[in-house]
């Protein structure tokens, strides 16, 4: 499949313009948010690839007042697909902000050149393989080798100004990862969820467990937003999210009523799977994921986690794949 980006931004507000991408049903192609006021510029993620950030930054100039460049990016968590981008930002002298944890990520994700190797050496044969070429082989070498980590990061909480509006960063990990914070646009109305929100995909998560992810989400509508835009999929109203909330409460509950039963990881995945109730959304293999990750909790394993294997696991769910084989992707 290939990439169609945004042939241009959507003006949320006259401050505010989106980069949303047609991700649906597939992983990598996320949400990025340019601020901008007066002769300031900020952005919210990047893409990741060098040429979906060449095609971003394009955009943005087209929409930026004369003589403004983005001078801060603000990464909401540490994946790839949020981050992989940062370099061209910062070879123009920008900086990169996020949270302390995320330069401390207890995930072990790899680097660009290591995940484009492991994409075009995987046998299309085995579940995994498969997979990996479906959803990441579109991305080729990522135009970068390595990933640049923040060049300035907090804890807790830090106010910024892009012209005159007020930039408000809010940690709210451990959710989706270790590091997760919220951009909180109270001029606007507009909150920046990262990846701690997926609309009209199933959500993954690599640290949780479920409940801080829910925790984090009601984080969210505290700031009394008019607008949310998560990490993948189409802005989102408070109700939305409250839905959401709801639901990440139905799977944590489905996924500990299994764990208390004895039962295995592929077990509950399976059962969580057959019972969705969202079967609009895309990527239903990755309740597998949280299931795997929501045990680890209950087990008291606090390691870091390895996303490959987690990412296997799901593969063995996907609708090609044949399930009966997913009892040894988890060690």
Partial sequence: MSIEPPRRLEALTPAVHLWLPDGHDTWGLANCVLITDRDSALLVDTPYTADLTRHLAALADEVLPAGTRITTVVNT?????????????????????STEATNAHLCKEPSPSQLARLVADCDPA??????????????????????????????????LEVGGLAVELIEVGPAHTVGDLIVNLPGEGVVCAGDVIFCEDHPVHWAGPLTEVHRAVQRILACDPRVVVPGHG??????????????????????????????????????????????????????????????????????????????????????????????????
Avoid: C
């Fill in 77 to 97: 968590h540490g994946n790839g697909d949020h981050s992989y981008g940062n370099g061209l930002f910062t070879a123009a002298g920008a900086e990169v902000i």
């Fill in 126 to 159: 085995t579940p995994l393989g498969a997979y990996l070429k479906r959803h990441f082989a579109r991305y080729g070498d990522f135009g970068v080798s390595e990933a640049v980590p923040p060049t300035r990061t907090f804890s807790g909480h830090l106010d």
């Fill in 234 to 331: 189409p802005v989102m109203t408070p109700a939305d999210v409250s839905a959401y909330a709801d639901y990440l409460l139905r799977v944590r509950d489905r996924v500990h009523a299994g764990h208390a039963a004895g039962q295995t990881v592929e077990q509950t995945a399976a059962e969580l799977i057959a019972a969705e109730t969202n079967p609009r959304w895309g990527l239903t293999e990755r309740l597998a994921i949280l299931t795997a990750v929501e045990y680890r909790v209950l087990d008291g394993d606090s390691s870091p986690a390895d996303l490959i294997p987690l990412v296997d696991l799901a593969a063995h769910y996907a609708p090609t794949a044949d399930p009966t084989a997913a009892a040894s992707t988890v060690a």
